[in-house]
């Protein structure tokens, strides 16, 4: 087993927590590869588009800050790349989420307060409506406008959550990076990152504040990152405070094995990736897919659970 992988004692402690209502899944790009176009092929098409000139072409923060500047036009790329998506995830609706086997299903059925994500797609709700549980979507407020269609649709009762919404019954979907459906909330340039810490920086109210205590009152599992990508980099930097007080429970953190690389290189990215991260907070591993997590993760509640799901009381 590699070193800091997660064990039959790690394994327990996660169910533990989820059936108490102390655990908390965050939710990257890989729960949704096997669905829609990869970050590095919408990074390739968009070169394509806008004559990307140099060679990491796979970079999609990197090409559309190019691309939009280029075209001088943010609002313009940020359009394609959610067109791209939707193109996908309209041909996607709760029934396709019936398969309990499948990984945004397997969540929707365990009894979380919370789904904490930075993709754009809609495919937790989804997979939320097929599982019957009624539940409340919200935004992080990082850019004016993204502050101002939150505002609006609280208003309008849209189903953007008061932050002081009482929903302990009622799972809340979050999304930190925007979603497809506006696409000016969406997290995309290497400037969006930028302003996006700098935002919370200046200003931690931009983050529902039982979001942020997330990171203080509860494990979480990371699934479908690559901890070397600019978006966990991002995330988990905002946590990095947080979780320092944090260090008793185990954190989780699902890595795609690099590829790409010889072996050799990629068990060193694998070994140093491991070791910061164990020096700055307490992280265990689960070295495979994300639908390779949720599976085991549906046989490990099932075998203590049985099938019980939402049942199971939280405080």
């Known amino acids: ?33 096997h669905r829609l176009p990869t970050g590095r092929a919408l990074a390739q098409a968009l070169a394509e588009k806008h004559g990307y000139p140099f060679d990491d072409r796979d970079n999609l923060p990197r090409v559309a800050q190019y691309a939009a500047v280029i075209r001088n036009d943010i609002p313009r790329i940020k359009e394609q790349v959610a067109r791209q998506f939707s193109v996908a995830t309209d041909k996607i609706t709760a029934a396709d ?10 969540l929707a059925d365990l009894p979380f307060a ?30 004016p406008a993204t502050r101002k269609h939150v505002a609006g649709e609280r208003v309008r009762g849209g189903g953007g959550a008061s932050p002081t919404t009482d929903s302990d019954s009622v799972p809340l979907v979050y999304h930190l990076h925007g979603v497809q459906e506006f696409p000016e909330s969406m997290v995309l340039t290497e400037d969006d990152y930028l302003d996006f810490l700098a935002e919370i920086a200046m200003d931690p109210r931009c983050i529902r504040p039982d979001v942020s205590e997330v990171f203080a009152e509860s494990s979480v599992l990371f699934l479908g990152y690559s901890l070397s990508d600019i978006t966990f980099r991002v995330i988990f930097r905002i946590a990095l405070q947080q979780l320092q007080l944090n260090r008793q429970r185990a954190h989780v953190a699902v890595q795609l094995p690099p590829t790409g690389n010889s072996e050799e290189i990629a068990q060193a990215i694998q070994q140093y990736l491991e070791h910061y991260l164990k020096l700055t907070m307490n992280v265990r591993f689960f070295w495979g897919t994300a639908v390779d997590f949720t599976r085991e993760l549906r046989t490990r509640w099932v075998k203590v659970h049985g099938d019980a799901g939402r049942t199971v009381a939280t405080p």
């Not at 989420?97 to 397997?106: N, S, T």
């Open 1 to 33: 087993m590699p070193a800091n992988a997660l064990d039959d004692d790690d394994w327990d402690t996660i169910v533990s927590r989820i059936s108490n209502g102390r655990c908390t899944p965050f939710l990257g790009a890989g729960m949704s590869a």
């Open 114 to 143: 919370k789904y904490l994500t930075t993709n754009y797609d809609p495919f937790i709700e989804r997979a939320l409506e097929a599982a019957g549980t009624p539940h409340v979507v919200d935004l992080c407020a990082w850019n």
């Open 97 to 106: 989420f019936a398969d309990r086997a499948d990984p945004h299903r397997i």
